[in-house]
């Protein structure tokens, strides 16, 4: 039943293409019903032809003016059937691609919605796997199902019990003959449902193992892991062929059956034609009919085994499709979000707290307020909730419990696109696009003049290493940006954020891949750049963040001081063993007395 729920979903995401699915449909149903039609013709025809000696001294002749209401039926339904079928090979394929490139392009937007809890569990090689095998898939019944599904589902499923009505027993045997090979092919499909699967988890690892292995193509040359990477990737090829070859087998077992059965039709329709008509059952127009319906049913009946048979090889592929599609994303605007077009910069956190999944706390009652255009370090171990506390901030996810607000509004409130319009983020990793440097400065603002962004670099401390590059800005610097060096990305990512000009700037250790020459320079850059901003800076190296107007220290998912860098050495306590293990203040130096932190902090000491 899953089988049939999954085809029916896939049936129904036609969309604006809906309408033309319906005139498909009922050309198929028409295609149907003429194949039906001329066989019945025909020997109509046959009968009276053969009878037109008995008759001819109780009747009179068959003439062919007689026969011409037939023959005109006959030649309708011949130019009908060749009509309906340019209307479906000219729009079948057309709607085919239409609907598979709109459902990526949908699958593509819903899955960069996901939170990034998702894309750290989900790896991107089996998202773009299933992204093009389902989507696919999904092409491959549209095209089936209105260029020859249909009309095959229609002259089994509602014109073969009609054969009753011609001839009931010649019609009995075509009916028992098709219901014997619906229950062989229903048992195959049980027999490799579970197999098919398996085939498919294969595929998945194995698509997720090849992406690894060539986004890190410069470590497994770097450590000779070549041999290593290509025999892992055959031992799980190996692995996916053993487990496709026993559904293999069993899909060839079914297309033999089909043919014999083609065989066991025609042979036991015409010997008891041939009794029925010798026993005066069966006229010899009714036994030419029926061997024609049959011929034409088997031709139907392989059909389906294909389109059963593809359709189990594509119904997992699908389902994997579905299951992403599915997913929910954490994040969404509310109904009544509002769209801000610039904030002024005052930050408050109240009592929030976040875990990724539900059991272990990433940060616990963070409690603070900033002011506009105030700089605030977050510092404490990896893993203490800096990252998390400014993903909270942005909205890369939501907290269990508190609140999140810019000038006094609930983030939820605001709308997504206009929250992280007016913030600006640059991560420790440069994330940079296979795209050329112009394109990757106006990520963050489309409409940028070539003299803003040449600001911006110039801000950036990066118009040195642009001037060197062949097609300056038109530049293409590969896949993550690996024709430049670790520094290079880096300053064109901070140059990224600048452009944008947000009110809010997050530097998630911004400076960590540059040398120490570029990194003073840069540090220049960004304290004249922060003027006037919001900005929230993690740092591991305390000496990049002597000159905030406040640092939160944080130590198993709270913040356990909070203060200026004076403050805090003198305060002596977490904070003054950093300081000193960097060398920033002697060893076992006092300092004065703690002064009241510029901004309380709840969870602070």
Do not use: C
Request: net charge neutral.
């Amino acid at each position: 039943m899953w089988l049939i729920r999954l085809y029916v979903r896939v049936l129904g995401q036609l969309g604006t293409d809906l309408r033309i699915g319906a005139v498909l449909a009922l050309a198929n149903i028409g295609l149907a019903i003429a194949a039906f039609a001329e066989p019945v013709l025909f020997g109509r025809i046959i009968d009276r032809l053969t009878g037109s000696g008995a008759a001819a001294a109780a009747a009179g002749r068959v003439t062919f003016t007689s026969l011409l209401p037939l023959l005109g039926a006959w030649v309708g339904f011949g130019l009908f059937t060749i009509g309906a079928g340019v209307l479906v090979a000219l729009h079948a394929d057309r709607l085919s691609h239409r609907r598979r490139l709109a459902t990526m392009a949908t699958y593509f937007e819903h899955v960069l919605e996901l939170p990034l809890a998702f894309h750290t569990s989900t790896h991107s090689g089996r998202v773009l796997k299933v992204m093009l095998e389902g989507s696919n898939g999904m092409a491959w019944l549209w095209l089936g199902f209105f260029r020859d599904h249909f009309a095959a589902i229609v002259s089994l499923g509602v014109l073969l019990p009609l054969t009753l009505f011609l001839n009931w027993r010649l019609g009995l045997l075509l009916v028992i003959l098709v219901l014997v090979f619906t229950v062989l092919t229903a048992l195959v499909l049980r027999k490799t449902e579970t197999l098919q699967g398996r085939v498919e988890s294969y595929n998945s690892r194995l698509a997720e193992q090849a992406s690894d292995a060539l986004g890190n193509v410069p470590v497994i040359q770097s450590f000779t892991r070549a041999k290593q990477e290509t025999g892992e990737l055959r031992t799980t090829i190996g692995q996916l062929l053993a487990a496709q070859t026993p559904v293999l087998s069993w899909w060839a077992l079914a297309s033999i059956a089909t043919r014999a059965s083609a065989t066991l039709t025609v042979t036991s329709i015409f010997l008891l034609g041939t009794w029925l008509n010798l026993t005066g059952r069966a006229t010899i127009g009714e036994v030419v009919m029926f061997m024609s319906i049959a011929t034409m049913l088997i031709g139907r009946l392989e059909q389906v085994v294909a389109f059963v048979n593809q359709l189990f090889m594509q119904a997992p592929k699908i389902r994997e499709f579905y299951e992403i599609l599915d997913t929910s994303p954490t994040v969404h605007d509310r109904p009544t979000a509002q769209n801000i077009e610039r904030f002024q910069g005052a930050v408050e956190f109240s009592n929030v707290s976040f875990s990724y999944d539900g059991k272990r706390t990433a940060i616990a009652d963070i409690s603070f307020e900033v002011e506009p255009g105030q700089t605030v370090a977050l510092v404490g171990a990896t893993g203490s909730g800096k990252s998390t506390t400014l993903g909270l901030l942005h909205r890369a996810f939501d907290p269990q419990s508190g609140a999140i607000r810019i000038d006094g509004m609930d983030i939820r409130d605001v709308s997504l696109a206009s929250l992280r319009r007016n913030i600006g983020v640059v991560f420790q990793e440069p994330m940079l696009f296979a795209r050329s440097i112009r394109e990757n400065l106006q990520v963050g603002r489309p409409d940028a003049s070539e003299a803003e962004m040449r600001d911006a670099l110039e801000r950036a401390q990066a118009s040195e290493f642009i001037l060197r590059q062949a097609d300056g800005l038109d530049s293409v610097i590969g896949e993550r940006g690996r024709s430049l060096s670790g520094g290079e990305r880096q300053r064109l990512s901070i140059a990224r954020a600048l452009l944008k000009n947000p009110p809010i700037l997050i530097l998630d250790e911004a400076t960590s891949a540059l040398d120490a020459t570029t990194e003073r320079k840069l540090q220049v850059a960004l304290e004249e750049v922060m003027k006037g901003r919001t900005t929230f800076v993690i740092a591991h190296r305390l000496a990049t963040i002597r000159n905030a107007d406040r640092i939160l220290v944080f130590e198993a998912s709270r913040v356990v001081e909070s203060g200026s860098f004076e403050e805090l050495v003198a305060a002596n306590g977490r904070f003054a063993e950093l300081a000193r293990a960097q060398f920033m203040v002697g060893s076992g130096e006092p300092g004065p007395a703690p002064a009241r932190p510029v901004l309380a902090a709840a969870g602070g000491t």
